[in-house]
């Protein structure tokens, strides 16, 4: 797969748990968000998730791709469904597909290699946040969201793709 970026020397690496998975993407995120919702909680086994979104064209499995499976997440707070893949030897949650963002990979942002420097964009679903969690660090007070994102989030990643 040829990767397209504008930024071709800016390249990340990342894996599973067991590192039988591995992927990179070429070029910026188009944005970094943290969610609070049940069901990613869940997938990730954490108090939120904090992922990273790139362009499918900018993103590739480099090894490991037939160790994916795909859970088809219908059970939503949004109702509708969310693809949800993880390595079917170590368990590790490894991309999300959501339908309010067609033509992006989102990537859990502890699977990268080596330190990266992220500045979360929006915090959403707070309404189901746990209670030890206030504010994530970064998050402008205007992008702080109790369910869905306003629209001018998705608007700005529309306009990165």
């Given at each position: ?90 368990g590790s949650a490894m991309m999300t ?26 915090e959403q679903w707070r309404r189901s ?33």
């Open positions: 797969m040829s990767l397209k970026s504008s930024n071709s020397d800016f390249i990340r690496t990342g894996a599973c748990l067991c590192k039988q998975i591995t992927f990179r993407v070429v070029g910026p995120e188009l944005n970094f968000a943290i969610c609070h919702c049940t069901n990613c909680r869940r997938n990730c086994g954490s108090a939120y998730t904090a992922n990273a979104w790139f362009p499918d064209s900018q993103f590739e499995w480099t090894t490991g791709e037939s160790l994916l499976k795909q859970h088809d997440d219908a059970l939503t707070e949004t109702g509708g469904v969310v693809h949800r893949f993880f390595c079917t030897n170590c597909r959501s339908f309010r963002m067609p033509g992006v990979s989102i990537i859990p942002s502890g699977l990268f290699d080596g330190p990266q420097v992220w500045k979360p964009d929006y946040k746990v209670n030890f969690v206030d504010r994530v660090n970064g998050v402008k007070n205007e992008s702080r969201y109790d369910e869905f994102p306003d629209t001018r989030e998705f608007e700005r990643v529309w306009g990165k793709l």
